[in-house]
C-alpha cells in the first residue's frame, strides 16, 4: 500500500472530507437503531438459475419508477446478471434474470461467453446498462478487457462500449442518472483504476461525452478463487460528490472528494475504513438509504472464523455498525442493491453459492 500517495492530500480537502465525515457520526446506540443489517428478518429466497443454466450470480439492480413502460421491465422490478455458465465456469455467463412480483424470467440473453459482471443499472431513459468480463474457459489466463453494454427495454443489445483506455475489466460500477445525461463511474479490476464516464442519453442514442481515469493506484491481481482481485464496489453520494470505493486487496474502503466534477487522476483516495475483523475482502458496495455504505466480501483476502460471506455495515467515517452472513460457508456474498419501493425499504443480495437472490422488505425508517 503506498501510503505517501495516499497522504498526498491538501490541508483544505482533507479538512473538507473529515467534516463531512464528523457531520455524520453517529453514537453507538444511535447506529445500531438506524442499522439495516442489525434488523433484518428472514428474507424471500428466489433462483437465480434461468432456463440455460447460467449461475454465480453477481450484480443487482432494480427498475425505477419512472421508467419508461411498454417493455419487458417494470417498476419494482429485481434484474440479476449471471457471471458463471451451466458448467460454472467464470466469464461464461450470459443472462440477465428478470424477477416481477417473485416470478423470475430472462430479460436479456446474449452470445457466448460474455461473463456479466456486478456493474448493473437501470437507466431512467429506458436501458439496463450491464458490464462485461468474459474468459474463454473460467480462468485469469483468458480474461478479457469487456465492455459496457446497453440494453433496451426489450431485451436487445443497443450500444457497446470497447475502449481499453476507459473500460478495462469492469468489475462493478455506479450511476449518477440524471436522465438525459448520466455519469457511471467504472472499477477497472484489470488495472486497478476508476473511470469516469459522462453520457449523453436520449430514446435513440447513447455518446460518451467525455471519458477520463479519476484514481488509480489499487492493487489488482489473478486469484484462482476469485478471477481477479482489484478494485470493485463503487457508492456515490450525489448530494456531497464523494465516490466510495472498496478496495478488494488492501481490504479497505476509499472516498474521493469532487468525483463528479474533477477532471485529473487523484490516485488514491483518502481511506475512511479499513477493519479486518469484518472486512474479508471488500467486495460489492453500496450507499444505502439510511446514508450507511453496505460492503460484500470475497472472503478471499482473509477469513475470519465463524463470519462467512458477510455484508458489512458501516458509517461513512469507518465506525462498524453490523453484519449480516447470507450463506453459512465462504464465497457467497457479492451483488446487492436497494431500493424504497411502496412506502417500504427492499435490500437484496445474490448468494453465488446457491446461485439466489435474497430479498428483505421492512417499513421506511
Known amino acids: 500500500m503506498n501510503i505517501l500517495r495516499e497522504n498526498k492530500m491538501t490541508a483544505g480537502l482533507l479538512g473538507m472530507v473529515l467534516a463531512l465525515a464528523s457531520n455524520s457520526a453517529l453514537s453507538a446506540q444511535q447506529r445500531q437503531i438506524d442499522s439495516i443489517l442489525g434488523g433484518l428478518g428472514t428474507p424471500t429466497v428466489l433462483s437465480t438459475v434461468p432456463s440455460n443454466g447460467d449461475v454465480n450470480p453477481y450484480g443487482v439492480a432494480f427498475v425505477p419508477p419512472s421508467f419508461p413502460k411498454g417493455g419487458l421491465l417494470h417498476s419494482g422490478d429485481i434484474l440479476v446478471s449471471n457471471y458463471n455458465n451451466s458448467q460454472n465456469l467464470q466469464g461464461t455467463g450470459t443472462t440477465i434474470v428478470q424477477f416481477h412480483d417473485g416470478t423470475q424470467s430472462v430479460f436479456f440473453q446474449g452470445q457466448s461467453d460474455l461473463g456479466l459482471t456486478?456493474?448493473?443499472?437501470?437507466?431512467?431513459?429506458?436501458?439496463?446498462?450491464?458490464?462485461?468480463?468474459?474468459?474463454?474457459?473460467?480462468?485469469?489466463?483468458?480474461?478479457?478487457?469487456?465492455?459496457?453494454?446497453?440494453?433496451?427495454?426489450?431485451?436487445?443489445?443497443?450500444?457497446?462500449?470497447?475502449?481499453?483506455?476507459?473500460?478495462?475489466?469492469?468489475?462493478?460500477?455506479?450511476?449518477?442518472?440524471?436522465?438525459?445525461?448520466?455519469?457511471?463511474?467504472?472499477?477497472?479490476?484489470?488495472?486497478?483504476?476508476?473511470?469516469?464516464?459522462?453520457?449523453?442519453?436520449?430514446?435513440?442514442?447513447i455518446a460518451v461525452k467525455q471519458g477520463i481515469v479519476i484514481s488509480s493506484g489499487y492493487t489488482h491481481r489473478p486469484d484462482p478463487a476469485a478471477l481477479e482481485v482489484g478494485p470493485t464496489g463503487l457508492a456515490y453520494d450525489a448530494v456531497r460528490d464523494i465516490l466510495y470505493v472498496a478496495g478488494?486487496?488492501?481490504?479497505?474502503?476509499?472516498?474521493?472528494?469532487?468525483?463528479?466534477?474533477?477532471?485529473?487522476?487523484?490516485?488514491?483516495?483518502?481511506?475512511?475504513?479499513?477493519?479486518?475483523?469484518?472486512?474479508?475482502?471488500?467486495?460489492?458496495?453500496?450507499?444505502?438509504?439510511?446514508g450507511h455504505l453496505i460492503c460484500?466480501?470475497?472472503?478471499?483476502?482473509?477469513?475470519?472464523?465463524?463470519?462467512?460471506s458477510e455484508l458489512v455495515e458501516f458509517t461513512v467515517d469507518g465506525q462498524f455498525v453490523a453484519e449480516y452472513s447470507v450463506d453459512p460457508n465462504l464465497g457467497g456474498s457479492f451483488g446487492l442493491n436497494m431500493a424504497a419501493i411502496e412506502g417500504n425499504w427492499v435490500l437484496a443480495a445474490v448468494d453465488d453459492n446457491t446461485s439466489s437472490l435474497e430479498v428483505w422488505t421492512m417499513p421506511a425508517q
Not at 485469469?140 to 446497453?150: E, N, R, Y
Not at 481490504?251 to 468525483?259: D, K, L, Q, S, W
Not at 470475497?298 to 475470519?304: K, L, P, T
Request: charged share 10%; aromatic share 6%; net charge negative.
Open 248 to 290: 478488494s486487496d488492501e481490504n479497505a474502503v476509499y472516498a474521493i472528494p469532487n468525483a463528479g466534477s474533477i477532471v485529473a487522476d487523484g490516485g488514491l483516495g483518502y481511506r475512511i475504513y479499513q477493519d479486518n475483523l469484518h472486512l474479508h475482502g471488500a467486495l460489492a458496495m453500496i450507499l444505502a438509504l439510511n
Open 118 to 205: 456486478t456493474g448493473l443499472a437501470v437507466l431512467k431513459a429506458g436501458f439496463v446498462l450491464v458490464g462485461n468480463m468474459p474468459t474463454t474457459d473460467g480462468t485469469s489466463a483468458t480474461v478479457q478487457p469487456g465492455s459496457l453494454i446497453a440494453v433496451n427495454g426489450a431485451g436487445q443489445v443497443f450500444w457497446t462500449l470497447a475502449n481499453t483506455r476507459l473500460v478495462n475489466g469492469p468489475w462493478d460500477f455506479t450511476v449518477n442518472d440524471r436522465g438525459s445525461s448520466v455519469q457511471v463511474f467504472v472499477s477497472n479490476v484489470l488495472e486497478g483504476t476508476i473511470t469516469r464516464l459522462d453520457l449523453t442519453v436520449s430514446d435513440n442514442t
Open 296 to 308: 460484500s466480501n470475497n472472503d478471499v483476502v482473509n477469513v475470519v472464523p465463524g463470519q462467512p
